[in-house]
């Protein structure tokens, strides 16, 4: 058999499996086609965080990362300022997560809160598909409903370029690639220890968090890390505040702020990363100080800590996190800040 054959052979091979891919994955995935642009949402919002802030309440609901979830005691806030807060801290997520926290938890239940804190750091209000995909969609997807065409837009669409714009909408194997991929991860992480061990998928879960625990990893490789991952913060083109505002979450999450009389604030926590003003990048200067006005100037509150001399090195844990000493520190200079909008 000489090799034009094999290859012909090999052709009409890949071409059937192309073809079965086409009429198999649609159907089994429950996916339309053509596709519509953008991911798939589930058709309800995880309700625990709605019913938790129907039922308790509270005047103050912070919105964060790691940063918000590690950098502040809820229960001492609440008693230093003596109202109820609630505090919704996701590590690793970004401003496509807090638009839809603001959008369908804070203003899903029966309750609206009186001052609501968006807790970032530099750049990550204007950068819309920033920790969306790969592992961090499932979390974004608890919190989305089934339509969320700001989000797809923001977050998916704008990303794409006519290729793949194309593909995801006629090509079933690439518009079903997350649903493959999980499905393949999930055989890789969870059929070994079951067949061998008869551990479930909990079992399994449970031993892998406790391995790969936060405090287990070694203190340099997790900051490198966080600086690789954080390269997209400080590109240039991120630092561009006026190429990005328009298309980022920042105007949605002020105009739902002002249409439900909630005083949305913006506070920026320091980090280790640029700890003194004078090593930031000109760029990113430039960017906080338009950042600051537009804040301002559209009714919402900015509050920058980033180089507050109060806050000391000695407080992190790590570059971007504080350790127990800095969580109590910062706790009381938030209270601070939060009992003069409260008074007003």
Known sequence: MNAKSVFARYLIFLFGMLLAGNVYLPGHYNIPYPQTLGPQFKANVKRDRIDAIS????????????????GIDQQALSQ???????????????SAAWYLILKNVVLGGSHRPEVVVVMFRDTMLTIPEFRTTGRYFAAIDDFAGRREPLLTELAFVNRMNPLEKLAGQYFPLYSARWELREA????????????????????TDEAINSIFARGLVDAVAFNQAVEDAGETLYALE???????????FLPAMIQLAQENNIKLVF???RTLVFPEYSSEPPALRNYMESLDAYISGHGAYFIDFAHDERIKDEYFSDILHFNPSGMQAFTGMLAEELKVLLKQ
């Open 267 to 269: 506070v920026r926590t």
């Open 80 to 94: 230093q300022l003596g109202v109820e807060t609630y505090s919704i801290g996701m590590p690793g997520f970004g």
């Open 184 to 203: 393949l991860d999930s055989r890789v992480r969870y059929m070994p220890s079951s067949l061998l061990l008869d551990c479930s998928a909990e079992c």
């Open 238 to 248: 991120a630092m561009d505040f006026d190429g990005k505002i328009d298309r980022s």
């Open 55 to 70: 039922a308790n309440r509270p005047a103050v609901v912070l919105i964060g990362d790691s940063v918000l979830y590690l």
